[in-house]
């Protein structure tokens, strides 16, 4: 057991008041279970939620003893992408990347193999430090996550294998064209 203080559970943002402090965690550190952590006021925190959690930035962890810890989307390194959206936002969901969409921008995380397809595609790139929030999953919750080679991106290798895939899923009904009677 711990004497710390612990969030068992968050509030999303807009629907709290009253923070106490808050906490600068990347994309990644917020997508949590359980977790020590320490504020911006440097007072240490446990999280121990029931499962799993995507927090976004402007939530708040609701610790035991009623303070609340909000959650910031703190900087890390991302490409600013630039140029045909519609199309280069095609290829970036396609490989299933989490993207922030700015009314004539988009945002991933920094990823040289992306970045390389996204220069071959004719994209405008800047890198840049600054928080990264990107749209949530179906019906704008939750998270869209990325699609893994089972190997970190960070390791300077060659990929030796295309990243343009088929999906085949079945849904239980056939996608065969009708002819109308």
Same mark, same amino acid.
């Given at each position: 057991m711990?004497?710390?203080?612990?969030?068992?559970?968050?509030?999303?943002?807009?629907?709290?008041?009253?923070? /106490?402090a808050?906490v600068?965690?990347?994309?990644?550190a917020?997508?949590?279970?359980r977790k020590?952590?320490?504020?911006?006021?440097?007072?240490?925190?446990?999280?121990?939620?029931?499962?799993?959690?995507?927090?976004?930035?402007?939530d708040?962890?609701?610790?035991?003893?009623?303070?609340?810890?909000?959650?910031?989307?703190?900087?890390?390194?991302?490409?600013?992408?630039?140029?045909?959206?519609?199309?280069?936002?095609?290829?970036?969901?396609?490989?299933?990347?989490?993207?922030?969409?700015?009314?004539?921008?988009?945002?991933?995380?920094?990823?040289?193999?992306?970045?390389?397809?996204?220069?071959?595609?004719?994209?405008?790139?800047?890198?840049?430090e600054?928080?990264?929030?990107?749209?949530?999953?179906?019906?704008?919750?939750?998270?869209?996550?990325?699609?893994?080679?089972?190997?970190?991106?960070e390791q300077?290798?060659?990929?030796?294998?295309?990243?343009?895939?088929?999906?085949?899923?079945?849904?239980?009904? /056939?996608?065969?064209?009708?002819?109308?009677s």
């Amino acid at each position: 057991m711990t004497d710390l203080p612990c969030a068992h559970h968050h509030q999303p943002a807009g629907q709290w008041t009253g923070q /106490s402090a808050s906490v600068a965690l990347d994309y990644e550190a917020r997508f949590m279970r359980r977790k020590r952590l320490v504020t911006d006021a440097g007072w240490p925190f446990m999280v121990d939620l029931p499962g799993a959690t995507s927090l976004n930035h402007g939530d708040a962890l609701v610790l035991d003893d009623g303070r609340l810890v909000m959650v910031q989307a703190a900087a890390e390194p991302v490409l600013v992408v630039r140029g045909d959206l519609a199309r280069l936002a095609w290829h970036i969901g396609n490989r299933h990347t989490p993207c922030q969409i700015g009314a004539d921008h988009l945002v991933i995380r920094a990823d040289h193999v992306l970045e390389g397809m996204l220069r071959q595609l004719g994209a405008d790139l800047t890198r840049a430090e600054a928080p990264f929030t990107p749209e949530g999953g179906a019906y704008g919750r939750g998270r869209t996550m990325g699609h893994s080679h089972g190997h970190a991106h960070e390791q300077d290798h060659a990929h030796g294998h295309d990243h343009d895939h088929a999906h085949h899923h079945h849904h239980g009904h /056939s996608h065969a064209a009708r002819t109308p009677s």
